[in-house]
């Protein structure tokens, strides 16, 4: 009888463990999406503001050394140092593959070194991690315009907008883009 109550025990503190690991990612989660529902009527100053909070709980992996990998990589592109910044980047994703914001960061990098191909599959891995990330969809964008394929960026410009209805930058390219497809009509 004792090893049935022992064994019981065991399932239960296994139990506790796991919900207990789950909470805060939960709760995670809930905090995002209070800030999306809040950046959807922002305007202005508050809509940045809310950005900035959505971009900052983003960059938190649950481990301290994988931020800090991800913050000198993000130092690196701010320093103008892309190379190195997509070294810290991979060294993020090599040990946390499930973390977009290291995909998100090394794609910046190798878009900075002129990869647009490693550019592009490091933002799709953002967006299937994270489908709400909008500076991913925005860079996105950009390079679709790149490549020449207009329609398609207005179309993830757009999808930004559907996110984050304020984002000054995606509604001026989605601005520009509609004029140039009004004056192609004419």
Known sequence: MGTLTDHFKSIVAA????VGFSLPAMADDAALDALFDDLQAAQGADADR??????????KS????????LRRGQEAIDAGDPLAASEHCTAVIDHAPDFAEGYS?????????????PALDDLRQTLALNPRHFDAMRGFAVMLEELERPEEALEVYGRVLD???????AQEAADRLKL???????
């Open 15 to 18: 139990s506790v463990v796991a």
């Open 105 to 117: 960061c090394r794609a910046i990098a190798y878009y900075l070194l002129d990869l647009p191909g």
């Open 163 to 169: 996110i984050y209805p304020a984002n000054t930058l």
């Open 62 to 69: 649950g481990s301290a050394a994988i931020d800090l990998l």
């Open 50 to 59: 809310i950005g900035d909070q959505i971009r900052a709980e983003w960059s």
């Open 180 to 186: 140039q497809f009004e004056g192609q009509a004419l």
